[in-house]
């Protein structure tokens, strides 16, 4: 799922956006926890409950779309829930697959561009918003709504998408 979505900003060039919306179900979720050095892994069927944070490409000062130290370009946390409704949350990380679908609705933010230059304070690849020349790319075909200087993309991320 992470891997298709920053294909999906970095394909556009979307340089600053935030989640809007999401729904669907997961069939493998990897999450890092807070404070958490270890990734923790979660098989089997979860329903999506939450899905937040910012996402662009241009990532680094270096302009790597990887983005920070680590390879960071977004800043996503996500909720799952069991069958019982029992709800984990943390850090997506590389390694979440789609079980049925993912709609996920990102509102891309034009003139402004999101950038994770390392902080040696926290030692994370911090977000800094910088302002930029608006460079909307509105293509024939692509679902959007314009909503001022914003753009409401959607994309619905299939079966087995990691």
């Known amino acids: 799922m992470l891997t298709a979505l920053l294909e999906y900003v970095n394909t556009r060039e979307i340089a600053a956006?935030?989640?809007?919306?999401?729904?669907?179900?997961?069939?493998?979720?990897?999450?890092?926890?807070?404070?958490?050095?270890?990734?923790q892994i979660f098989e089997g069927a979860h329903e999506i409950v939450s899905l937040s944070g910012t996402i662009g490409v241009g990532g680094t000062p270096d302009g790597s779309i990887h983005g920070g130290v680590d390879g960071e370009m977004h800043h996503l946390h996500m909720a799952i829930s069991d069958s019982t409704c029992s709800v984990v949350g943390g850090h997506v990380m590389p390694g979440c697959i789609v079980r049925t679908t993912a709609e996920i609705v990102l509102l891309?933010?034009?003139?402004?561009?999101?950038?994770?230059?390392?902080?040696?304070?926290?030692?994370?690849?911090?977000?800094?918003?910088?302002?930029?020349?608006?460079?909307?790319?509105?293509?024939a075909g692509m679902p959007v709504l314009v909503i001022g200087a914003a753009l409401l993309l959607g994309l619905v991320i299939g079966q087995g998408t990691r």
């Open 17 to 39: 956006a935030v989640v809007v919306a999401c729904v669907g179900s997961t069939g493998k979720t990897t999450l890092r926890p807070a404070g958490g050095a270890d990734v």
């Open 108 to 139: 891309e933010i034009d003139g402004l561009a999101f950038t994770r230059p390392h902080d040696p304070t926290t030692g994370y690849a911090e977000l800094s918003i910088t302002e930029r020349i608006a460079t909307s790319k509105l293509q």
